[in-house]
């Protein structure tokens, strides 16, 4: 069971516009949430995360929105790089002693930043 | 720091081949883990350890075992190769189950084609 979606596989966006990926999940068990950048032969790595009890989390020209009601999360990336070109992977656990303390994935989406 | 080290980066395997895939960090972190990542499934959780002596199982964890002896070091085992296991496989690490980040560092990953 696919408990965390990333239902669009790929997006492209011209430079200097938002760029805007999403991410739903089933489990609501989930209190944490992570997006991953993984550039091709490389490893994921972290990007941004945003715990339950925000509704909002921003780093620079990324940032995170969760909607907790809607069991949805976003990343918005403004403005839009070519270097941002990449899969994102979206990133679920949670936390507390009755959990595996595992980490779901969602399948990614290519994003394609044009110049 | 080197980070998250993987070896093999190629593997080609016949079925029924057992092998073992190495991973070590040297940011004595308490969590490592295991994913595999195949297209369309993203990362898959196989096998994870939050300290030296103690592994559990992820989600995918049938045809692999796990050890943790050192806290540096994380192989996952291949007992019996089959070609359902052809996948990416990534090492990851984080400092601690219980802080308030689950950001994990990822290795390089091994490319693992079983024929």
């Known amino acids: 069971d696919q408990q965390v979606k990333q239902n669009s596989p790929s997006l492209s966006v011209q430079e200097g516009r938002i760029s805007i990926l999403n991410c739903d999940y089933t489990?609501?068990?989930?209190?944490?949430f992570l997006w991953y950048k993984k550039y091709p032969a490389e490893g994921p790595t972290f990007l941004i995360s945003?715990?339950?009890?925000?509704d909002k989390n921003e780093d620079g020209r990324f940032t995170v929105f969760l909607n907790k009601s809607a069991k949805h999360l976003s990343l918005h990336i403004v403005p839009s790089q070519p270097g941002d070109s990449a899969v994102y992977f979206c990133?679920?656990?949670?936390?507390?002693?009755?959990?595996?303390?595992?980490?779901?994935f969602g399948a990614g989406t290519r994003l394609t930043v044009k110049p | 720091n080197a980070g998250v080290t993987q070896t093999p980066k190629f593997q080609v395997l016949k079925t029924g081949q057992s092998m073992t895939l190495q991973c070590a960090q040297d940011?004595?972190?308490?969590?490592m883990s295991w994913y595999r990542q195949d297209p369309g499934m993203g990362l898959r959780l196989i096998h994870y350890?939050?300290?030296?002596?103690?592994?559990d199982q992820g989600e995918v964890p049938n045809g692999y075992n796990v050890s943790r002896s050192t806290t540096e070091d994380f192989p996952l085992r291949l007992l019996s190769a089959a070609p359902s296991q052809t996948s990416v496989y990534f090492c990851?690490?984080?400092?601690?189950?219980?802080?308030?980040?689950?950001?994990?560092?990822f290795g390089p990953g091994t490319r693992l084609t079983v024929t």
């Open positions: 990133a679920a656990s949670a936390s507390g002693f009755d959990n595996n303390n595992d980490m779901r």
């Open positions: 990851a690490s984080s400092y601690s189950i219980g802080s308030p980040t689950y950001e994990q560092y």
């Open positions: 940011m004595n972190h308490e969590y």
């Open positions: 350890s939050v300290g030296a002596g103690i592994t």
């Open positions: 489990n609501s068990m989930f209190d944490y």
């Open positions: 945003i715990s339950s009890i925000k």
